[in-house]
């Protein structure tokens, strides 16, 4: 039989971010890049689920969310830590470069701060509403990295979202972790 969190996608966030957070709070100096790529790789899964489908090509969609994830893999099988990572593009002059493997860590590091902002704007509003809490967070993450029109079609986007209890049903969770 499965274990019951196996289908908790939020119970595995969780997860995720406790290793996430132990890996950069150890002592070393250097961090090693697969962790930071599995553990990032769970928070954007779960805002894929409460994507509305007219944002196929936004941080929600599955194409942006393993692109990226698996650069960064990918990454770890020839760098070993995210300094290096972040020295070996410098050297390159790619930091800004669509592409590198440093844009893509700061697009997965948003993409997480997304899903954060969201689970406090839920926390601090309470309700059923899922498009208020994900418009507050996308203003305070995306708005001043983002253009014009992409701030339209984000805006437009949210209209579509799930309301929470949609979105417990949808992930198998009954939402009373947050009460």
């Known amino acids: 039989m499965a274990d019951q969190n196996d289908q ?3 119970r595995t966030l969780s997860e995720a971010f406790k290793e996430l957070a132990a890996t950069i709070d150890s002592q070393t100096a250097d961090v090693d890049i697969a962790s930071p790529a599995r553990s990032l790789s769970f928070p954007l899964s779960f ?3 409460a994507s509305p489908p007219s944002s196929r090509r936004s941080i929600w969609s599955p194409s942006f969310r393993f692109r990226t ?3 960064i893999t990918e990454a770890s099988k020839t760098i070993r830590t995210l300094e290096d990572l972040l020295e070996e593009d410098i050297m390159a002059n790619t930091v800004r470069k669509v ?3 440093s844009r893509n860590l700061l ?3 948003r993409g997480v701060d997304m899903v954060r902002a969201i689970f406090e704007n839920i926390l601090a ?3 059923d509403s899922l498009r208020d809490p994900a418009s507050k967070a996308y203003l305070q993450v995306f708005e001043n990295h983002h253009g014009w029109a992409i701030r339209k079609v984000a805006g437009a986007a949210m209209y ?3 309301t929470l ?3 417990w049903k949808m992930i198998n969770e009954d939402g009373e972790f947050m009460k």
């Open 165 to 167: 209890s949609e979105l």
């Open 99 to 101: 592409g590198s493997h």
């Open 8 to 10: 908790r996608p939020l």
């Open 47 to 49: 805002a894929a689920l």
């Open 160 to 162: 579509s979202l799930p």
């Open 107 to 109: 697009k997965l590091k």
């Open 125 to 127: 509003t309470g309700g």
């Open 69 to 71: 994830v698996k650069d």
